[in-house]
Nanobody, 124 residues
Framework: QVQLVDSGGGLVQAGGSLRLSCAVS????????MAWFRQAPGKEREFVAT????????NYADSVKGRFTISRDNAKNTVYLQMNSLKPEDTAVYYC?????????????????WGQGTQVTVSS
């Protein structure tokens, strides 16, 4: 069984920062490619960022590049998303996801395990 618990969302003003966390159960965390997706009301789930097993490879959506940073701590079985310079258009439910293949991918359909989601709301 693999379970993901994401947390850290909240309400912030534009220009503010938040750090999301995703805790992964089990002892095989280092075997997973990890990613963050988000879904706003009325929109499809969209890719945000992904990180490979070692943490040495990352990929970001153009909309968040330069503002968001994905990282992982394999000793703590946790992946993070540091979000700076937040904009109202970043408002969404953010989901952590995992895939047991060491290839960076952006399609949500390719990920096997998902967190329950954490709400991020950015006011103007």
């Amino acid at each position: 069984q693999v379970q993901l618990v994401d947390s850290g969302g909240g309400l912030v003003q534009a220009g503010g920062s938040l750090r999301l966390s995703c805790a992964v159960s089990g002892r095989t965390f280092s075997s997973y490619t990890m990613a963050w997706f988000r879904q706003a009301p009325g929109k499809e789930r969209e890719f945000v960022a992904t990180i490979n097993r070692s943490g040495g490879g990352t990929n970001y959506a153009d909309s968040v590049k330069g503002r968001f940073t994905i990282s992982r701590d394999n000793a703590k079985n946790t992946v993070y998303l540091q979000m700076n310079s937040l904009k109202p258009e970043d408002t969404a439910v953010y989901y952590c996801a995992a895939r047991n293949i060491d290839i960076l991918t952006t399609g949500p359909e390719l990920y096997d395990y998902w967190g329950q989601g954490t709400q991020v709301t950015v006011s103007s």
